[in-house]
């Protein structure tokens, strides 16, 4: 299984990308599937994660009313809309995906790195001011 990521890219400030995480082969509505990022020097952060169903949603209280994740299981796909980017948005950004049976008994929604998950290799967004 891979997930591939796509859609990164050089953006003004205020300016919008859409990314794309592609999942062929994964059994899409077992998996809760996340967005994630990490800029030089800082820690991976969870952006945005939607659960298998769907009916459930996070997002990270620095990107809430400017990113919608949502699905499309026609395509085995996860997108990351993200409206009114930031410099301090720039980030390598990655997709993750878990079982969601292995999420059980977590806290939130978000993927948590199980060895029964995966990641992409991540998409580059850079915002410039």
């Known amino acids: 299984v891979q997930l591939v990521e796509s859609g990164g890219g050089l953006v003004q400030a205020g300016g919008s990308l859409r990314l794309s995480c592609a999942t062929p082969?994964?059994?899409?509505?077992?998996?809760?599937i996340g967005w994630f990022r990490q800029a030089p020097g800082k820690e991976r952060e969870a952006v945005s994660c939607?659960?298998?169903?769907?009916?459930?949603?996070y997002y990270a209280d620095s990107v809430k009313g400017r990113f919608t994740i949502s699905s499309d299981s026609a395509k085995n796909t996860v997108y990351l809309q993200m409206n009114s980017l930031k410099p301090e948005d720039t980030a390598v950004y990655y997709c993750?995906?878990?079982?969601?049976?292995?999420?059980?008994?977590?806290?939130?929604?978000?993927?948590?790195?199980?060895?029964?998950?995966?990641w992409g290799q991540g998409t580059q967004v850079t915002v410039s001011s």
């Open positions: 082969g994964l059994i899409f509505d077992s998996y809760n």
């Open positions: 939607i659960s298998s169903s769907s009916n459930n949603v």
């Open positions: 993750a995906a878990d079982p969601t049976w292995a999420l059980m008994y977590s806290d939130n929604i978000c993927p948590q790195g199980t060895r029964l998950g995966y």
